[in-house]
């Protein structure tokens, strides 16, 4: 079955960076769609990244173009979320998901169908 872990959240102060990691299993990691999601206490839970594994360029919200940036290792069945110039207002539980490319995989319209348990990220001032 499809199973996505994610790690590498932690507490860090403005200014700083960390890298989450998404390791998957159960499917073809290198032909899927996947995204980043994020959800802060109280708000709606955000697509802050997605893409086609297999190429075709990656979708970045406006609140982390240009800080965010998405990479994968395909011998590790492992997409990464590099994440620079930490803000408090990045302070959510992060989440990596993945759906079967059966449409474009940066069109939001279409729910996710596998989500890993998420990982907490802590920016603070």
């Known amino acids: 079955q499809v199973q996505l872990v994610e790690s590498g959240g932690g507490s860090v102060q403005a200014g700083g960076s960390l890298r989450l990691s998404c390791a998957a299993s159960g499917y073809t990691f290198s032909r899927y769609c996947m995204g980043w999601f994020r959800q802060a206490p109280g708000k709606e839970r955000e697509r802050i990244a997605s893409?086609?594994?297999?190429?075709?360029?990656?979708y970045y919200a406006d609140s982390v173009k240009g800080r965010f940036t998405v990479s994968q290792d395909n011998a590790k069945s492992t997409l990464y979320l590099q994440m620079n110039s930490l803000t408090p207002e990045d302070t959510a539980m992060y989440y990596c998901?993945?759906?079967?490319?059966?449409?474009?995989?940066?069109?939001?319209?279409?729910?996710?169908?596998?989500w890993g348990q998420g990982t907490q990220v802590t920016v603070s001032s």
């Open positions: 893409l086609y594994t297999a190429g075709g360029g990656t």
């Open positions: 998901a993945a759906r079967p490319p059966t449409s474009w995989c940066n069109d939001a319209s279409y729910e996710y169908n596998y």
